[in-house]
């Protein structure tokens, strides 16, 4: 009678804990929108991107960056930018409401400042289809200044140029990206996201284009999850898509 009684316990607790995390329904798919204005040097690739995405149907996410590329050798640039965003949600949102009941808190109108190194050797590929393949390794560390989280994103990408009369015509990517927490969270890879999708050089000043990205994120225990329930925990995987337009616009 005991063991059935502690069994019983267990099997509550268990309900109750998850109960309290986060669903792990997959979102429907989300849109997109990236506009990205380049003034060119011959040393210096400046840049001002405003992007805008709905990943949930109540979470939208907005960012602001600023920041310039320097050319340190043929095929390595180094990057300094500054990024304010809105929208984030992180694992400490999962709270609970007036109610008592736990839900996402409402981050739509929160802004956060970052600060972005970033590191992005390049290379042709020539052993593929004739010189138009190009290889991209970025890596960015990021500061949130409100949060004083430390993160690193890596992105290895291909891109195939179309080339019509020598000139771009065209270009296709594929890129995947891991987002690690350096000073948080629970788990090594936080995030990952794949994203391919084509350029349309309509101009030498206009290029819009299309991709696809689909990605997914873990969410661990929240600081008010670890106060109402201490020895618990949970881990709980969001897997969704995006789907968006982008517009590159050159000064240079």
Same mark, same amino acid.
């Given at each position: 009678?005991?063991?059935?009684?502690?069994?019983?316990?267990?099997?509550?607790?268990?309900?109750?804990?998850?109960?309290?995390?986060?669903?792990?329904n997959?979102?429907?798919?989300?849109?997109?929108?990236?506009?990205?204005?380049?003034?060119?040097?011959?040393?210096?690739?400046?840049?001002?991107?405003y992007k805008?995405?709905?990943?949930?149907?109540?979470?939208?996410?907005?960012?602001?960056?600023?920041?310039?590329?320097?050319?340190?050798?043929?095929?390595?640039?180094?990057g300094?930018?500054?990024?304010?965003?809105?929208?984030?949600?992180?694992?400490?949102?999962?709270?609970?409401?007036?109610?008592?009941?736990w839900?996402?808190?409402?981050?739509?109108?929160?802004?956060?400042?970052?600060?972005?190194?970033?590191?992005?050797p390049?290379?042709?590929?020539?052993?593929?289809?004739?010189?138009?393949?190009?290889? /991209?390794?970025?890596?960015?560390? /990021?500061?949130?200044?409100?949060?004083?989280?430390?993160?690193?994103k890596l992105k290895?990408?291909?891109?195939?140029?179309?080339?019509?009369?020598?000139?771009?015509?065209?270009?296709?990517?594929?890129?995947?990206?891991?987002?690690?927490?350096?000073?948080?969270?629970?788990?090594?890879?936080?995030?990952?996201?794949i994203?391919?999708?084509f350029?349309?050089?309509?101009?030498?000043?206009?290029?819009?284009?299309?991709?696809?990205?689909?990605? /997914?994120?873990?969410w661990?225990?929240?600081?008010?999850?670890?106060?109402?329930?201490?020895?618990?925990?949970? !881990?709980?995987?969001?897997?969704?898509?995006?789907?968006? !337009?982008?517009l590159?616009?050159?000064?240079?």
């Amino acid at each position: 009678m005991t063991k059935i009684c502690l069994a019983l316990s267990f099997l509550i607790s268990v309900a109750a804990s998850a109960d309290h995390a986060p669903s792990n329904n997959s979102p429907s798919m989300g849109q997109a929108a990236v506009v990205r204005f380049f003034y060119k040097t011959p040393k210096f690739s400046n840049l001002i991107e405003y992007k805008q995405h709905t990943e949930v149907d109540t979470q939208k996410e907005s960012g602001l960056t600023l920041g310039s590329r320097y050319r340190l050798h043929r095929n390595f640039k180094a990057g300094l930018f500054f990024s304010r965003r809105q929208g984030l949600r992180h694992d400490d949102d999962w709270v609970k409401d007036n109610n008592n009941d736990w839900v996402w808190q409402n981050t739509n109108n929160r802004a956060e400042n970052f600060v972005i190194f970033e590191l992005s050797p390049r290379m042709l590929l020539p052993f593929l289809s004739g010189k138009t393949w190009v290889f /991209e390794f970025r890596m960015r560390g /990021e500061r949130n200044l409100e949060n004083d989280h430390n993160s690193l994103k890596l992105k290895p990408g291909l891109t195939y140029f179309w080339l019509k009369n020598g000139a771009p015509f065209m270009n296709f990517f594929l890129q995947y990206e891991a987002y690690l927490p350096l000073n948080y969270g629970t788990e090594t890879i936080y995030q990952t996201w794949i994203y391919t999708g084509f350029l349309f050089h309509w101009s030498k000043r206009f290029k819009p284009g299309l991709f696809f990205t689909k990605y /997914e994120k873990k969410w661990g225990p929240s600081a008010t999850f670890n106060t109402s329930s201490p020895g618990e925990t949970y !881990l709980v995987t969001e897997s969704s898509s995006i789907l968006g !337009l982008s517009l590159n616009i050159n000064f240079n």
